[in-house]
T-cell receptor, first 112, second 116 residues
Framework: GENVEQHPSTLSVQEGDSAVIKCTYS??????FPWYKQELGKGPQLIID?????GEKKDQRIAVTLNKTAKHFSLHITETQPEDSAVYFC???????????FGKGTHLIIQP | EPEVTQTPSHQVTQMGQEVILRCVPI?????FYWYRQILGQKVEFLVS????????KSEIFDDQFSVERPDGSNFTLKIRSTKLEDSAMYFC??????????????FGQGTRLTVV
């Protein structure tokens, strides 16, 4: 089955700086890669996703890149703000599959 | 904005008791899921449900677990005889719509199950 590794487990950055979270996956059949943000006491919320027919996708301060050859994908947050503090999960799946395989999560801390 | 809602937010139960966790998925979604997250660990897929039947389940989803869509709006997860290791946050999710298939899953806020 699919295995998703996520690094780092904790990331502390100064407000205004950029944050990068990286994930690798094992199953070359995976072609859908969402990122979820989980705030304390809440469920994961989809913030951005990418499919394997594109290499990069951007939505305002958030971008995701995908390298299918190397089987890794990354989340980039620019101009970080205090409200970006949360746990971020990457996940992988393939079209037609039902379940998402999640990484272990990254606790992002934005220092004022 | 439509959302997935779960009840209760916190459930405490004695070991061996049956529990039912309830979810109301987004109204025009067709695919329903349960995930769990043991404290400090990753979110794990349990089961998916489509067209009134289970379409996929993980190794975690053994005979102690069952799912049901008793009416047009609710989606439930039943744990028949709870064990201490069932203590976790359980998330319901839904995806898809009447007109197109999408793998974007929207999650509820979770039910924290504590087995004592």
């Amino acid at each position: 089955g699919e295995n998703v590794e996520q690094h780092p487990s904790t990331l502390s950055v100064q407000e205004g700086d950029s944050a990068v979270i990286k994930c690798t996956y094992s199953d070359s059949a995976s072609n859908y890669f969402p990122w979820y943000k989980q705030e304390l006491g809440k469920g994961p919320q989809l913030i951005i996703d990418i499919r394997s027919n594109v290499g990069e996708k951007k939505d305002q301060r958030i971008a995701v890149t995908l390298n299918k050859t190397a089987k890794h994908f990354s989340l980039h947050i620019t101009e970080t703000q205090p409200e970006d503090s949360a746990v971020y999960f990457c996940a992988a799946s393939w079209e037609g599959a039902d379940g998402l395989t999640f990484g272990k999560g990254t606790h992002l801390i934005i220092q004022p | 904005e439509p959302e997935v809602t779960q009840t209760p937010s916190h459930q405490v139960t004695q070991m061996g008791q049956e529990v039912i966790l309830r979810c109301v998925p987004i109204s025009n979604h067709l695919y329903f899921y349960w995930y769990r997250q043991i404290l400090g660990q990753k979110v794990e897929f349990l089961v998916s449900f489509y067209n009134n039947e289970i379409s996929e389940k993980s190794e975690i989803f053994d005979d102690q677990f069952s799912v049901e869509r008793p009416d047009g709006s609710n989606f439930t997860l039943k744990i028949r005889s709870t064990k201490l290791e069932d203590s976790a946050m359980y998330f319901c999710a839904s995806s898809g719509s009447s007109f197109w298939f999408s793998t974007e899953a929207f999650f509820g806020q979770g039910t924290r199950l504590t087995v004592v």
